[in-house]
């Protein structure tokens, strides 16, 4: 379900380690994401990516088998099973009861409206300042594009809102300064022409849109949330 990019994406967050705290992940599937971001996280700090998925069977969202055992046979082969603390369970359920502060959360479970919503409500308030957000299936999924309008792109208090291909990963601050609102009308703009553009019959515009906001938005602001300077991401 991942490209190449948001898998590359996935590896350099899992390694930010410029705040305290835990990195959730909501919905591991067969653990595509898990595996990226603990390979990432395993090469500069110890901690153990929380990865949250019930492994039910879930016809609305179109899963309909039970692939528990598939998951924990994939992060062992990857090498990285003591770095994943799987817990089986809803992201509802595993947020009762939840007090870790959190410096990386990743939201790919439920897409529909309603559930991430919920995760958001759920997850956000443990994200420390500076801390950074990332959700999956933000172009095409109505629930996580809905949520990202309400509760983020409307909201100052996130800023660097950096998007590559479905993911869009942004951090959270007290209050955005005017120079990171600014970026924000850029990247909304841009995701507008992108998203416009992926339905239009001009040839080549789509990946024309995409890439726009791969070198815009990733390759400039994704290093900025990351406080690192590297040119390598989102290539
Ligand atoms: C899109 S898949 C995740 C893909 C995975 N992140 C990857 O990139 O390889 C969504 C997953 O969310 C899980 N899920 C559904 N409802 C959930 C919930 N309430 N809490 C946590 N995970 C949930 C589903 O079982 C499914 O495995």
């Given at each position: 379900?991942?490209t190449?990019?948001?898998?590359?994406?996935l590896?350099?967050?899992?390694q930010?380690n410029?705040r305290?705290?835990?990195?959730?992940?909501?919905?591991?599937w067969?653990?595509?994401?898990?595996?990226a971001?603990?390979?990432?996280?395993?090469?500069?700090?110890?901690?153990?990516?929380?990865a949250?998925?019930?492994?039910?069977i879930?016809?609305e969202?179109?899963?309909?088998?039970?692939?528990?055992?598939?998951?924990f046979a994939?992060?062992?082969?990857?090498g990285?099973?003591?770095?994943v603390?799987?817990?089986?369970?809803?992201?509802?359920?595993?947020?009762r009861?939840?007090t870790?502060?959190?410096?990386?959360?990743?939201?790919?479970g439920?897409?529909?409206?309603e559930?991430?919503?919920l995760?958001?409500?759920?997850?956000e308030?443990?994200?420390?300042?500076?801390?950074?957000?990332?959700?999956?299936?933000?172009i095409?999924?109505?629930?996580?594009?809905?949520?990202?309008?309400?509760y983020?792109?409307?909201?100052g208090?996130?800023q660097e809102?950096?998007?590559?291909?479905?993911?869009?990963?942004?951090?959270?601050v007290?209050?955005?300064?005017?120079?990171?609102?600014?970026?924000?009308?850029?990247?909304?703009?841009?995701?507008?022409i992108?998203?416009?553009?992926r339905?239009s019959?001009?040839?080549?515009?789509?990946?024309?849109?995409?890439?726009?906001?791969?070198?815009v938005?990733?390759?400039?602001?994704?290093?900025m949330?990351?406080?690192?300077?590297s040119?390598?991401?989102?290539r």
């Amino acid at each position: 379900m991942l490209t190449h990019a948001e898998v590359d994406c996935l590896y350099h967050l899992g390694q930010f380690n410029q705040r305290e705290g835990a990195s959730v992940e909501i919905g591991s599937w067969k653990g595509k994401s898990t595996i990226a971001l603990a390979l990432g996280a395993a090469k500069v700090h110890q901690e153990k990516i929380c990865a949250i998925e019930p492994h039910k069977i879930l016809p609305e969202e179109k899963y309909f088998e039970d692939i528990e055992a598939e998951f924990f046979a994939n992060i062992k082969q990857a090498g990285i099973d003591s770095q994943v603390a799987p817990l089986i369970m809803t992201s509802e359920e595993a947020a009762r009861g939840w007090t870790k502060p959190i410096r990386l959360l990743w939201i790919d479970g439920d897409h529909r409206y309603e559930s991430t919503k919920l995760d958001f409500a759920l997850w956000e308030p443990h994200v420390v300042e500076g801390g950074i957000l990332a959700m999956h299936d933000t172009i095409r999924k109505k629930g996580p594009k809905r949520v990202l309008w309400e509760y983020v792109f409307r909201s100052g208090r996130f800023q660097e809102i950096a998007i590559l291909d479905s993911i869009t990963a942004f951090r959270k601050v007290e209050r955005a300064s005017l120079l990171a609102r600014l970026r924000k009308c850029m990247t909304l703009t841009m995701r507008a022409i992108y998203i416009a553009a992926r339905k239009s019959r001009v040839p080549h515009s789509k990946e024309f849109g995409r890439k726009l906001l791969r070198q815009v938005t990733a390759q400039t602001w994704l290093p900025m949330i990351l406080l690192v300077f590297s040119a390598n991401i989102a290539r």
